[in-house]
């Protein structure tokens, strides 16, 4: 089993910047990749960046090079630096944890922190 906690959301005005972190427990020596979601309001839960066990990053297009995903060495924290932030990047941000194919490759989510930009 793998917890997540997610912080750092908050309320921004347009072009600002906000971090936010995961902070995971359990059994974090099972987790592989990991990533960012967030959902908007009547909109699907959408992927914003992921980060493997390697160090390899992916973003969504609607981000690319605003956002940048990181982690440490153990994993853990994770964190989502976003910069010039815009009204339509209003959501639920939901941090999310693959355990590793040996390990079952289950998902595992956190419960969001809300991100509000005003224009």
């Known amino acids: 089993q793998v917890q997540l906690v997610e912080s750092g959301g908050g309320l921004v005005q347009a072009g600002g910047s906000l971090r936010l972190s995961c902070a995971a427990s359990g059994s974090i020596f099972s987790i592989g990749a990991m990533g960012w979601y967030r959902q908007a309001p009547g909109k699907q839960r959408e992927l914003v960046a992921s980060i493997t066990t390697g160090g390899i990053t992916n973003y969504a297009d609607s981000v690319k090079g605003r956002f940048i995903i990181s982690r440490d060495s153990a994993k853990n924290p994770m964190y989502l630096q976003m910069n010039s932030l815009k009204p339509e990047d209003t959501a639920v941000y939901y941090c999310?944890?693959?355990?590793?194919?040996?390990?079952?490759?289950?998902?595992?989510w956190g419960k969001g922190t809300v991100v509000t930009v005003s224009s």
């Open positions: 999310n944890a693959r355990t590793a194919v040996t390990f079952g490759g289950m998902d595992y």
